[in-house]
């Protein structure tokens, strides 16, 4: 193995990571708040 | 009726556009990463380790243009009042400091085998991290006042004063003596790199260029659920106020 490659590896790694971490991050909030409002707005109806 | 037919259609649509600009976002980081750990041949000095520029520097561009972003609606918040800017502004300072956090890791990662040391005290890291540290505070600035309008007020005067450090960061290079290597591509003249590295690292820049925008149409739709939400909860205690 050519010398300094694990610090490569290491740099896409943590790219893949930090991208898809906050894409995952980003999609669970939506899906939250947009439950959250549903749900809020069902009570409000309701009521 | 028409008006919920409507909204519906317009919010399938939008769901359909985010939808390919995830999938288009995905193929170019594929085709950049290619091009940068395959077709790109080892840098004759730096040998492998070079190859975390293809990373790094679209990383620090994205950083660039996301706080441009960010002075952009902030100016136009303040301009017009308009909550839709304010929205764009936190949404992209968000982005922004997710890649500047990620330029300085990929900095450390190669300055540690090329430079011998993680972290030095070089102007172009220094103001990096003061960028990063401007961005966090913007960000903790919206969260001291539960008050919509005057966040937003305190939010865009920041981002637009908090924007001077950009062109501090990129100009720090040639302003001062340096460690960090000076302008390669962005530069007058021709750029001072072999041409399959330079396609390379061009693939990159506009990887993450089509990534950041995909980042932007999530957070975005984030910031409109957030605040649907927040508003729902409210409108029982307008009511009761009225």
Redesign the interface.
């Known amino acids: 193995m ?4 694990g ?2 590896i ?3 790694l ?2 893949a990571f ?2 898809g971490g ?2 995952l991050s ?2 669970s ?2 899906r939250n ?2 439950r ?2 549903d749900a ?2 069902r009570r ?1 109806r309701d009521a | 009726m028409a008006a919920t037919a409507e909204r519906a259609l317009g919010k399938a649509i939008s769901r359909n556009g985010e939808r390919t600009l ?1 999938i288009a976002a995905l193929a170019a ?1 594929a085709v950049s ?1 290619v091009l940068s ?1 395959v077709v790109a041949p ?1 840098d004759a000095v730096q ?3 070079q ?2 520029m293809y ?2 520097v679209p ?1 620090a561009w994205l950083a660039y243009l996301s706080f441009f972003v960010v002075f952009v609606a902030s100016i136009a918040y303040l301009k017009t009042k308009k909550t839709r800017w304010d929205r764009v502004a936190a949404a992209s300072a968000e ?1 922004g400091v ?1 890649f500047t ?2 330029a300085i ?2 900095g450390m ?2 300055g ?2 090329v430079w011998g040391t993680w972290w030095t005290w070089d102007p172009r890291l220094t103001t990096t991290a003061v960028l990063l540290l401007i961005y966090v505070g913007y960000l903790a600035v919206r969260r001291i006042t539960d008050n919509p309008s005057r966040r937003a007020t305190w939010a865009a005067v920041v981002g637009i004063v908090g924007f001077v450090d950009v062109p501090i960061v990129h100009l720090s290079v040639v302003w001062w003596r340096s460690l960090h290597q000076g302008p390669t591509v962005l530069r007058l003249g021709a750029p001072e790199i072999e041409g399959t590295m330079l396609l390379a690292l061009l693939c990159g820049v506009a990887a993450f260029t089509i ?1 950041y925008a ?2 932007m149409t ?2 975005l ?2 910031g409109r ?2 605040e ?2 927040a508003r ?2 409210l ?2 205690i307008v009511e009761v106020e009225r």
Do not use: D, F
């Open positions: 050519a010398p300094n490659v610090y490569v290491a740099a896409y943590i790219t930090a991208l906050y894409t980003l999609l909030r939506a708040a947009g959250r409002a809020i707005a409000r | 995830g980081l990463a750990l080892p040998g492998e380790v190859r975390i990373v790094h990383a982005i997710l956090a990620l890791a990929l990662l190669w540690k085998p990534t995909y980042l999530l957070r739709r984030v659920l957030e649907r939400e729902e909860a409108s029982p």
